[in-house]
Structures are given as structure tokens and as C-alpha cells.
């Protein structure tokens, strides 16, 4: 009771602040230099447009896969894109009509990061389609009466829209128009008791409310607008985010009441009288929700909203983070149980927000949060073609199939939720986990507050842009996380300053060999960051990271194992078959809605999983590094892998799947030397074990 007043009495001061200070309606360009005077809070790592950053090596290869795959062929064939109602057709999954504009979020960086033909293609064909059919009074999408018209989906195709506009100025005036001619609309509904955010009686778009509680992801484009297309607007546009963010409160969407310490859910398996409405314990709404505040930020210049970020990171860190860094929640939130779900979507969109986040924080372990989701929770979930996908993972996952008992462990996921397919489970995760790839490659490098350039997000790279009147190229070689070594090769036609990001796992003993051929030990500042100072021409640069196995204990006795930024699984030989896709609701799904590379996959083991191990015995086994198989997120792919001490043990089974973890394993068989493999490359794996001492086991292969 008492927590509920305390709640109440925050709701109600934030009613009263909420008001945002308008600013005045000058502005001025912006640049990576001179990013002073703005009305806008102004990120720490400045991105750069869309198309500035091209991808190399290994994941150069997984972009190629995902054009290849389900994400770049969904335009083509899958009845939530290719029969979208945005484009004429009559197939949405849900009244919230967000399945295309989802998927045109994630493609348009897919298709300009690999500047691909065919999928610029789709993605101009989809927009054309949207401009061209704009309504009379501005109104972005096919809903045409008032009651059925959402501003949630919105969001993401004006995402989707800015995007394409910096990364193709030919289309740019044309996006410009449609965008501030929808601003028109919006406003005038928002301005109408919150029309197309918060749902009446009569009305028929949106009854869970999932658009109040994302009513920020406006902020991204309008912000953008609003510095740099404005057009005399600017009183218009911050007032739309402004009565977003009103409209969020009074929905009692408010994350700021969320993100606090005492009221933010430390344990979910405890009755507790929670001051908050369920949605907030929603997977995907929480990955989206730690953007809240430093959106509002950026406008307020509040900075206990930037430390409430910080405060928001940490309490999900503590609390609801999974081992692959993505959140437990099958789909809202089940604390630190291996055996619980998490869902791709919520994987797509931490993985934007970690490097989003840290762009405005620039605190060193938020991108290390970047890199873990992306090289562990991402590909865990996608099959190595990129044609399947899961709806949820879990850390401990036996095998992927229709689980023949009621999933009760899961919290609104059914017993297909496990299984790499089209669309098991929801659509959602089929037309949105598309953006997480190419989001993080065009956040990988990013621009400096004094004028220079950062590779932040280290994969393999190059980028290509001016400095002022300086023009640079940077090319990023390196195997990066499946080896530890970075090199580049960087021209400019003036001098400028480089700065390598360091991860935090990285020992002090790690090196960096200069421009000058001189090799010494890395200095990060406290944030990071490695700083070289460059003189004009061509430089070359060398890196090596030196660290050993990390062991992450959990409760009960349990623990999990990292090498680097990856989480490792024990190896599961595995008998793979392939069924017909099964339709979320149960049915076959038309024929006009799959291809030939369409499968569900049935996944078994054909090799022990049950065991413990005991993490003080664990040996490195590397292979060549110098090339990397493709696809890479595949079993028996990644050239490390780790050798750890381990032994049978007596597993129980509840509801179809792997019990938690043994408080008290009951051995079984003899100590072995366990075969450990990336998480990410082992799409049934066991990776959170119970601990037992063992005596000394020959780790030699």
C-alpha cells in the first residue's frame, strides 16, 4: 500500500513537469564539428548518415546472408509485408498494422549499408507506394476512418523514412514534404484527447495500449526534423513530442515512474502490489523503454534523466539481463531463469538501444552490452541461413520443437515458441528482427565531440566521410570476436584524431602498435576509449586484445563461461529435420505466403546435455583465425572454442523441456573434457550450469 502512494505521489509530480520548454525556432547546420548552440541535447558519438559506413569481412557475410534470407525476400512473398494494407493489400496480424512498417525499419539499413540493388528496389517501391497514397489531410497509411487510425506504427516507417533520406538526398525534399505534412494530422489528433495514442470506447486500434508505452520512438525522426529540415515548423514539431510524451503520462505510460529503484521489479516470482500497469513487464516495450528518458532529455536538458538511464541500465543489468545480454521475458519479464524465453524482438531492439544509449552516455560497458546482444542473442536466435527464426530462446534449450506439454514456465508464449521457423508463435519477430544487423553496423563507427572519428562497435568496416574539409577513410580488418586483433589502414588528407574503443574485458596487457611501428600497451581513458593522433596520409594501425575465460556465477551454484564478448554452450551433436511452416495461429500457413526456403526445423540432440561443470578447469582451443566460415553462426564454425572440465548428471524434464538447474546434481557419469562452443553458433545449447568440483581432467583434445 504504501509503495502504491509513493507511486502515485511521483505520477502526479511528473503530471505537473512534463511540460517541455519550447525553444526558439533558429537553427543552425550541423556537422561532427561545432555542435554548439543547439536546442538539442547533442550525443557524446555523434552517427553518421545512413550509407557512410560500409561492412567488410565476416560481417559483411552475415548482411549478405540476411539480403539473401527471409528478411530481404519477405517483399516478395510473406503475406505481412507483400499484402500489406500500406501498400493496397488486405493481410495485417494485428489492428495495430505495424508488420510492414517493421520490416521497412530494418531494410532500408540493410539495403543501403550493403548498398544492394535489389533491396534499395523493395524499399523505394514500398515508400513510393506510402508517399504517393497519402491522404488529403496527411495521414501516413491505409486507415482511413479516425477510429482505426494508430500513430504507433508511425513511428517506425518515419524511422524508416529518415533513414532513407540520409542515405539518398535525391529522395530527401520528397520525405521532407510527406513527414511534415503528417506532423499536421498527428498534431491536430494528439491535440484531441490523445486520438490515435490512447484508445476510446468505439475505437478499435490499439486496446492493449503498446502505442502510449512507445509513444518516444516518435522523438528519433521529429528530432531529426526538427534540427534539420524544420521549414519554420519548429514550434509544430516539438510540440508533437511534446504531446507524445503528455499523452504517455496520461495513459500511465510514464517510464519515468518505472525506471526508480523501489519500484522498478527487482523479482518478479513474489506477489507484490506492483504501482504500475503490466505492460511496463513487457519484453520488447522494456528494450524500448530505456530510450524513454534521454529522449525527453534531449529536449529538457534535464540531466536527471540522463541518470536515470544509467539507473535504468543498471537495474535491468541486475535483475532481468540474460546471459546472451538480452532480456528474460516470454514476453514479459521472468528474472534470471534459465529456462524462461526471451524474444528475438526484444533481442533487435536492445541491441539498437545499447549503442543508441551509448552514443548520449559514453559509458564503456554499454557498448560492451552492445556487442554481447549482438554476437550472442541475435544469432542464437536465427538459423545460419537466416531463413528461420526463433519467437524465444533460453539459455538452457535441449532441443527446439513443439513442446508436447503446456509451457506453463512461459508467461504468454505457446509451446511452438521455441522452434526456428517463418513465423513461430507471432509475426512480430519475423518482420522486425531484420533492423538488428544493420542498425549496429551503421552505429559502429561514430563521430567525436572534439572533431574526430571513434570505432566504437568493433566489426569489420570501413567508413568514409569530411571532417570539415578533411576527407577520410578508415578500413577496419578483423575477425573480431572469433580473434583478437584489429588493423586499419586509415588516409586523410589532414591530420585528425582516431580513437579505438577498448572493451572492458580487455586485459591492461593488450597492445597497440602505431603508425609510427612502435608496439606498446593500451592507455584507454576512463570511458574507453584508445586515443591516436594521426598526421595526413596513410596510416596503419594494429590492436591486440589479450584476455582470458571469464566465469559469471549465478544463483543456486550455477555459473556461465565467456571468452571475449561471447558467451559459450556446450557443443550438442544435433539431428536437424525439416517440416512444413506452421501458422501462429496453429493452421498451415497458404502457400502463398512461403518459398522454398521457407522451413520449420526441428532440432534433437543426439549427444549428452545433462551435466555440470566445474569452471575452474577450462582451456582455450583455437583454431586458424586467419579466414572465418560462412555462414560463421553455425555449429563447428567458430575457430574458438573452449575445453572445460565437466560430468553427467541427473537432469530432470518439466514441461517438455530442461528443469532449472539441479541444486543438488546427482552425478552420473565420469569427468570429461566438455567441447564449449559459441552460444550464438549453437542453436540448441546449454550455457547456464550447475557448479561441482571434479578432480584434475585432462583438457587436451
Partial sequence: MATSVIAKALTASLLITTGLTLPHDSLNGRSVQGRTGSDLIQPVHQSFPLGTIKPRGWFKDQLTLEADGLAGN?????RFVHDSMWIGGSSEYSNLHES???????????????????????????????????????????????????????????????????????????????IHRYIQIAHSMLKNNFTGLIEKEGEDYDGDGFGAMRAHEMHIPLQWLYENHPRN???????????MINGSVAAASDWRTYWVKGVYPEVTYTPRNEPFKGLFNHGV???????????????????????????AVDLLAQYHKSLAGTIIGDEFITDLNPIRGAELCTAAEMTFSMAWIYQYLGDNDLADWAEQVAFNAVPGSIFPDWWSHQYVQQENQPWSRNLNATPEMWVNVGSYGNVFGLEPNYPCCTVNHGQAYPK?????????????????????????????NNKVTIQADTNYPFGMNLNYLITSDSDFTFYVRIPGWADSSSTITGPDGKTSQVSPSDKG??????????????????????????ANNTAA??????????????????????????????????????????????????????????????????????????????????????????????FDTADNPPLNPQITGKPFSARFVPYGSAKIHMAHLPVVDLDKVDLSD
Fill in 74 to 78: 519477405l517483399y516478395d512473398f510473406y
Fill in 100 to 178: 510492414s512498417p517493421y520490416w521497412f525499419n530494418g531494410l532500408v539499413p540493410l539495403a543501403f549499408g550493403l548498398d544492394d540493388e535489389r533491396l534499395k528496389e523493395q524499399v523505394y517501391s514500398y515508400m513510393d507506394y506510402v508517399l504517393e497514397h497519402q491522404q488529403d489531410d496527411g495521414w501516413l497509411g491505409p486507415e482511413v476512418d479516425l477510429s482505426t487510425r494508430s500513430l504507433w506504427a508511425r513511428c517506425y516507417f518515419l524511422v524508416g523514412l529518415m533513414q532513407y533520406a540520409q542515405a539518398d538526398p535525391s529522395q530527401e525534399d520528397r520525405i521532407v514534404d510527406a
Fill in 233 to 243: 515548423n519548429s514550434q509544430l514539431i516539438w510540440e508533437t513530442m511534446e504531446l
Fill in 285 to 311: 516495450n522494456m528494450a524500448e523503454g530505456l530510450r524513454y528518458p534521454l529522449a525527453i532529455y534531449r529536449m529538457t536538458h534535464d540531466e536527471a534523466l540522463k541518470t536515470q538511464t544509467r539507473t
Fill in 440 to 468: 549496429f553496423l551503421a552505429n559502429s563507427f561514430t563521430g567525436t565531440e572534439d572533431g574526430g572519428i571513434a570505432h566504437v562497435l568493433l566489426i569489420p568496416g570501413s567508413i568514409s566521410t569530411t571532417l570539415g
Fill in 529 to 554: 576509449l584508445q586515443k591516436i593522433e594521426l598526421g595526413h596520409g596513410i596510416n596503419r594501425i594494429s590492436i591486440h586484445f589479450n584476455t582470458e575465460p571469464r566465469v559469471v556465477t549465478r
Fill in 561 to 654: 563461461i565467456y571468452y571475449g564478448p561471447l558467451l559459450y554452450s556446450l557443443h550438442i551433436d544435433a539431428e536437424v529435420t525439416d517440416v512444413q511452416s506452421t501458422s501462429f495461429t496453429g493452421d498451415s500457413i497458404p502457400t502463398t505466403s512461403t518459398t522454398g526456403h521457407t522451413h520449420d526445423h526441428i532440432i534433437e540432440p543426439t549427444s549428452i546435455w545433462n551435466i555440470a561443470i566445474d569452471p575452474s578447469q577450462i582451456r582455450v582451443a583455437q583454431a586458424d583465425v586467419s579466414t572465418l566460415s560462412n555462414p560463421i553462426w553455425n555449429l563447428n564454425a567458430p575457430p574458438i572454442e573452449l575445453r572445460v572440465a565437466a560430468v553427467e548428471i541427473d537432469w530432470p524434464i518439466v
